[in-house]
């Protein structure tokens, strides 16, 4: 299967423990493209956030912020010699996790320095958004025994499952793929991870769904 000319900047996008850092790298190696990749375990004040957010969220947050915007801020739309970039983190929706965990003023301050640096970041081609019930996302980050993460309560997991569908249903920039992961393996089953990849050669519309039964 041909990949789609028009899809050369693709976005993995959905909460914690939903599998989007493994199907970004799965991707990626099915269609040679670059990968761009969020690197939580180089932000110094994680772990401290896990333990005492309200002390720590806004340090979390602007170091977050500031490495994607290095990270994103290369890629150029237009540039006909630029390959294929497949990346697990969408720049425009970072204040999304800003809003769940910082008071107001000190959510004034991050979106300030949000706002100034959103012209930098490029909007994708495609934004691929996966999603799975707090249950199963609870289950899916206990399984990976991520120290830090031991701090992720399903409540918090749910309100940020709640602030993505929010984001999602009003987001039109690009093209939009919602992908209902429970019932799917997308990175070790590869008849669905096919089936995947032929519906994302084959959108056609502007926002589409993938499932079982979708």
């Given at each position: ?40 375990g ?71 320095i ?18 799975a ?8 980050v ?14 918090y ?12 249903h ?45």
């Open positions: 299967m041909e990949w789609p000319e028009r899809f050369r900047y693709v976005v993995v996008e959905g909460p914690i423990g939903v599998g989007k850092t493994s199907l970004a790298r799965r991707l990626a190696t099915e269609i040679d493209s670059e990968l761009l990749l969020e690197d939580p180089s932000n110094p004040f994680l772990p401290q956030f896990y333990e005492s957010p309200d002390r720590h969220a806004l340090a979390t947050q602007l170091f977050f912020l500031f490495q994607r915007i290095d990270q994103v801020r290369t890629l150029r739309q237009g540039d006909f010699f630029r390959g294929v970039t497949t990346a697990d983190f969408f720049f425009a929706k970072d204040p999304l996790f800003a809003q769940l965990t910082l008071g107001d003023e000190e959510f004034a301050l991050y979106r300030k949000h706002d100034h640096l959103a012209p930098q970041a490029p909007v994708p081609d495609l934004v691929i958004y996966l999603q019930s707090p249950r199963v996302l609870a289950e899916r206990r399984k990976r025994g991520i120290g830090y993460e031991r701090g992720v309560s399903e409540n997991l749910a309100r940020l499952s709640e602030a993505y569908s929010r984001y999602f009003e987001y039109t920039e690009s093209p939009l793929l919602v992908v209902n992961t429970e019932g799917l393996n997308l990175v070790d089953r590869p008849e669905d991870f096919r089936l995947l990849l032929r519906r994302i050669i084959e959108m056609r519309g502007t926002r589409e769904f993938f499932g079982r039964g979708a």
